[in-house]
């Protein structure tokens, strides 16, 4: 079986490969019937084996579909018991491939950071955190208008400790262990901005732990650039999230007050065609990329192939562990019943056998004693017990309470009192 049919999600037929990130691969396929085209995204192995986010994924699955806004990628479905998401087809590049290394107009850049805050904070009104903007997540179409992908769909965290996110657009806090927030989310969009007007990452480093540092302590980046444009990275990219915009709302009306003093009142339309003219140069242009190559689809497919299976061998596994709780869970509550039982039963009752009485021979008189003390009988003698004969080979029944006296009284030693036996039951012995 090849690849790209291990890759495939029911209902959808892949048709190429688009790009790996660690987030998973992302796929361009045709749903089955319609022929609609859409964006699959595969989730890695490390995201579906992370039982909070894949709880988070599918509680918010009906909102995530029911979401429609211009400045967001719609869901179209939430696939595979959470392990895919499918997306509707734009035509469009990511800011990536927009910027290619080098800054944008000014007007299409702040056209691009409007449409982002917009997004964010339609994401944010729904109670929604993005948690890893990066270029790879942005998307531009034809028309000129900024989109937002894999809103909450992060990158896996690369240390203990830390949090998700792609680490060249991480808020300082999240390298500290704190939760994602709005703030944070600003904080990206900050990184974001300043990949639009200086065609670079803010930071760069080849070491993490540098790069963590910069984004600590690190001077804000765009040093040369003109002060509107610096005021609003300083803004987003504040060390203290406390410092940061409130909310994107907020972001947005000093990005409006910015763009209006460094440039005329028409800087949306200028800023729109720019940003769509540019859209349209990249398409035309080939694409110089591992992902579009014969071997890169194939690497690509595999890489989904791989995360598809990862994420029903977890699955699997996930059942049968739970299959094994749940049979354990069973035998601890019957052993604890068994126990409560046998300790809540009552005592069994000891039984002490009735004491045997000691009958007292009766000699006749004129009979002889003699020959063998005080207590041997004659030949044939019958034992006298409350006046009654009891043959010697029964056990006496209670006596009568009035005897009568015998006929010759004979003194004999008292006989040592026989123990009276007990019965001892043991208890049940409880299960470990």
Known sequence: MSDASQASVPGYAPVRGIAVDRAGALIDARQDGTGRRVVIRILSPALTADQHFMRRLRNTTQLRESMRHPNLVTVLQVAERGRAVVYEWIDSVTLGRLVQGRPIDSAAAFIFFDDLLCGLQALHQRRLLHRDLRPESCVIDTAGTALVRDADVPSPPLHTGWRSGTPQYMAPELWRGEEHSVASDLY?????????????????????????????????????LAPPLRGLLVEGMAKDPRQRPSDASRYRADLEVAAAAYLDDGWRAKGRAALAALVHERLAAPVVSSATTDSGEDEVFAAAAAAAAAGRSAWWRNGRILALALVAALVLVVMMVVVAFALSAPPVPVQTPAPVPIATPTVSPGSSASGGGPFTAQA???????????????????PNASPAPPTLSVSSPTPTPTPTPTLCVPLPTPCP
């Open 188 to 224: 990206a969009a900050g990184c974001l901005f300043a990949v639009a007007v200086t065609g670079h990452d803010p930071f760069q480093a080849e070491d993490i732990n540098v790069l963590r540092r910069l984004h600590e302590r690190g001077d804000i980046p765009g040093a040369t």
């Open 380 to 398: 044939s003698p019958s034992l006298q017990y409350s006046g009654n004969p009891v043959p010697p080979s029964q056990t006496p029944l209670t």
